[in-house]
C-alpha cells in the first residue's frame, strides 16, 4: 500500500520496510519520536505502535520481529513518520475509477480517555464530523482516495468493493493516509451505514455490474455515535467467557455484536477484546451520543470498560 501511494504521489508519512532486524534496528535509531511502528500483516487491529520514545519503540520492533507476537505478521516492519492530527476516516464504493464516497467518521484508536493509553482497534466512533470542514473532507477524497483507484487500474488490478482510508489531517487542514482496507472497517461503519437511506444492495450490484456511476446513493442528516464496550484488559490481555447482562434493556439504540459468543445455557458470554458496540442515533452528535451512553450503560459484564469522551471533540471545538 505505501509503495502504492509513493509511486502515485499521494499524500501519506514517510516511511521504510525491513525484513532483517539489525537493520531495522539501526534505521530506528536515526528517527526522532514519537515514531510508528507497523507489523506488515493482520494483527486483529493491534499491530501498530506509536512509541513515544527510543525504549518503546525499540521494544515494539523487538517484540514484532524478534518475539513474534504477532506470528509471521512481523516478518516485515514498516517504521513510518508520525502523524500529528485529527484522525479520519472515509469508506467508498469503488468500481475501478468510479469512486462514490461515503459520509465521513472519526475514530478513537487509544484505549483510553484523552486519546491516552496503548492502540486499539478502535473505542468508538461518530458521523458526521461538524467540526471538520467540507473542503478538507473533499480534498481526501481529491487527492487520496479517487487517485489510489485510479492508481489499481494503472497497476492492472482495478478494485471493486468498499475502500477504506484512514486518514490523519494535519494541524495546517491537509489529509493524509495512515492505511487502507479492502473492506468495511471496524467501528467506523457502525456509525456509517446506519445514516445510509439507500439500499445496500442496489450498491453492492452497481458496483459488481460496472455501473456505480449511475446509482443514486443518499445519506440521512441524522448524527450516529457509537461507544465500544470492551474487556477489561483490553488490547492486552483480557478473560473470556464472561456472562453479559442487560441486551434486552436496550430498547433505543442499536448493538453490534464483536466479541461474544452463547454458552451452553444459551446466554450471550464475552468472546473477543471487543465485545459490543453500542450506537445511538439522534438529530445532531450531542443528541446522538447522549442516546449512545445512555444505552450503554445498560449493559453489563464484570470488567467492561469503555471510553467516556466518544465525539467530545465534535462537541468542543
Known amino acids: 500500500m505505501k509503495d502504492l501511494l509513493h509511486k502515485y504521489n499521494i499524500p501519506t508519512a514517510a516511511y521504510r520496510k525491513f525484513h532483517?532486524?539489525?537493520e531495522a534496528l539501526a534505521y530506528l535509531r536515526e528517527q526522532s519520536v514519537p515514531v510508528v511502528i507497523k507489523a506488515d500483516g493482520l494483527a486483529a487491529g493491534k499491530?501498530?505502535?506509536?512509541?513515544?520514545?527510543?525504549?518503546?519503540?525499540?521494544?515494539?520492533?523487538?517484540?514484532?520481529?524478534?518475539?513474534k507476537v504477532f506470528g509471521s505478521s512481523g516478518d516485515q516492519v514498516v517504521i513510518e513518520e508520525f502523524l500529528a492530527g485529527q484522525e479520519m476516516s472515509i469508506l467508498a464504493f469503488v468500481d475501478g475509477e468510479t469512486v462514490r464516497p461515503m459520509v465521513a467518521a472519526q475514530d478513537h484508536?487509544?484505549?483510553?480517555?484523552?486519546?491516552?493509553?496503548?492502540?486499539?482497534?478502535g473505542m468508538g466512533t461518530y458521523s458526521p464530523l461538524p467540526h471538520i470542514a467540507d473542503s478538507i473532507i473533499e480534498e481526501a477524497i481529491?487527492?487520496?482516495?479517487?487517485?489510489?483507484?485510479?492508481?489499481?487500474?494503472?497497476?492492472?488490478?482495478?478494485?471493486?468493493?468498499?475502500?477504506?482510508?484512514?486518514?490523519?489531517?494535519?494541524?495546517?487542514?491537509?489529509p493524509k493516509t495512515i492505511e487502507f482496507n479492502a473492506r468495511f472497517g471496524d467501528p467506523e461503519t457502525q456509525v456509517v451505514l446506519p445514516r445510509l437511506k439507500s439500499d445496500l444492495l442496489d450498491i453492492f450490484l452497481a458496483a459488481v455490474n460496472g455501473t456505480l456511476d449511475s446509482v443514486d446513493i443518499q445519506w440521512k442528516?441524522?448524527?450516529?455515535?457509537?461507544?465500544?464496550?470492551?474487556?477489561?484488559?483490553?488490547?492486552?490481555?483480557?478473560?473470556?467467557?464472561?456472562?453479559?447482562?442487560?441486551?434486552?434493556?436496550?430498547?433505543?439504540?442499536?448493538?453490534?455484536?464483536?466479541?461474544?459468543?452463547?454458552?451452553?445455557?444459551?446466554?450471550?458470554?464475552?468472546?473477543?477484546?471487543?465485545?459490543?458496540?453500542?450506537?445511538?442515533?439522534g438529530a445532531d452528535i450531542a443528541a446522538a451520543r447522549a442516546k449512545a451512553y445512555e444505552q450503554a450503560e445498560r449493559?453489563?459484564?464484570?470488567?467492561?470498560?469503555?471510553?467516556?469522551?466518544?465525539?467530545l471533540k465534535a462537541l468542543q471545538s
Open 20 to 22: 532483517q532486524y539489525e
Open 109 to 121: 484508536k487509544p484505549a483510553y480517555d484523552g486519546d491516552k493509553g496503548p492502540n486499539t482497534g
Open 221 to 281: 442528516d441524522e448524527a450516529a455515535v457509537c461507544v465500544v464496550l470492551a474487556s477489561g484488559g483490553y488490547p492486552a490481555s483480557y478473560p473470556k467467557g464472561l456472562p453479559i447482562q442487560g441486551l434486552d434493556q436496550v430498547d433505543d439504540g442499536i448493538v453490534f455484536h464483536a466479541g461474544t459468543a452463547v454458552n451452553e445455557q444459551g446466554e450471550w458470554i464475552t468472546n473477543g477484546g471487543r465485545v459490543l458496540g453500542v450506537v445511538g442515533l
Open 142 to 174: 481529491e487527492t487520496i482516495i479517487k487517485p489510489t483507484a485510479k492508481a489499481m487500474v494503472a497497476e492492472g488490478r482495478p478494485f471493486r468493493g468498499v475502500l477504506f482510508a484512514g486518514l490523519m489531517i494535519s494541524p495546517d487542514g491537509k
Open 47 to 67: 499491530g501498530v505502535v506509536v512509541a513515544q520514545t527510543l525504549e518503546e519503540a525499540e521494544k515494539a520492533l523487538s517484540d514484532m520481529m524478534v518475539g
Open 299 to 311: 449493559i453489563t459484564f464484570e470488567g467492561k470498560h469503555q471510553r467516556t469522551d466518544i465525539a
